[in-house]
């Protein structure tokens, strides 16, 4: 299996755009979390899903950011509109059982 | 507010030196994990240790876990350059629905 795999890498984007990002988690894994990580807050849950089910998004931090997970091999997770507050690494991990498989991150800029 | 925190924030030692990190959780777990994190790269799982466990060892990693104290050590012995890389340990509970839930990290430089 390729592992988690996250896109893009990386986004610059300008304030007021809408940003989708995208994860493909490894097949047979039942648990999929989005994370993100920044300097000042450290790795923030934001939400996660079981068997593509929205568990608990309560770390989202505003409406204006959105996450599905239309089938077990593919999540998104959309900010509209965007702000600088917004840049950060974010992280999509999969798991099943205990350990979580992270994907390599995408780094958001909000200019 | 994290459930987990790490302590030290930072941490730099001589290649050989063992290195030794803290976590400490607020609420009832299942597990505590540790994982660490290279610079620009995704989080890498390096060992879990259950709430019935007191001490597990992997290679030159040591983990403690006292549940009485909410508390969890990592020790790195005989370091090596390539050890260089923040680490965090993560609490995992089925009262909070099987989150993954991690603490701030301890970032680790180790010097040759």
């Known amino acids: 299996d390729a592992g988690v795999i996250q896109s893009p890498r990386h986004e610059v984007t300008e304030m007021g755009q809408e940003v989708t990002l995208r994860c493909k988690p490894i097949?047979?894994?039942?648990?999929l979390f989005w994370y993100r990580q920044t300097m000042m807050r450290g790795l923030e849950l934001l939400i996660y899903?079981?068997?593509?089910?929205?568990?608990?998004d309560s770390g989202m931090p505003e409406d204006r950011f959105s996450a599905k997970m239309p089938n077990a091999s593919f999540s998104t997770l959309k900010i509209q509109p965007s702000e600088p507050r917004d840049s950060a690494v974010y992280f999509c991990?999969?798991?099943?059982?205990?350990?979580?498989?992270f994907g390599q991150g995408t780094r958001l800029t909000v200019v | 507010s994290q459930q987990g925190e790490e302590d030290p924030q930072a941490l730099s030692i001589q290649e050989g030196e063992n290195a030794t990190m803290n976590c400490s959780y607020k609420?009832?777990?299942?597990?505590l994990q540790w994982y660490r994190q290279n610079s620009g790269r995704g989080l890498v799982h390096l060992i879990l240790?259950?709430?019935?466990?007191r001490e597990k060892h992997s290679g030159r990693l040591r983990v403690t876990l006292d549940t009485s104290k909410k508390s969890s050590s990592l020790l790195i012995t005989a370091s090596r350059a390539a050890d260089t890389a923040s680490y965090f340990c993560?609490?995992?509970?089925?009262?909070?629905?099987?989150?993954?839930?991690f603490g701030g990290g301890t970032r680790v430089l180790v010097k040759p």
């Open positions: 609420t009832s777990i299942n597990n």
């Open positions: 097949s047979g894994h039942d648990y």
């Open positions: 240790i259950r709430s019935n466990e």
């Open positions: 993560a609490t995992d509970a089925w009262a909070a629905g099987n989150k993954l839930t």
């Open positions: 899903f079981n068997n593509n089910v929205p568990i608990d």
């Open positions: 991990a999969s798991r099943v059982n205990t350990e979580a498989f």
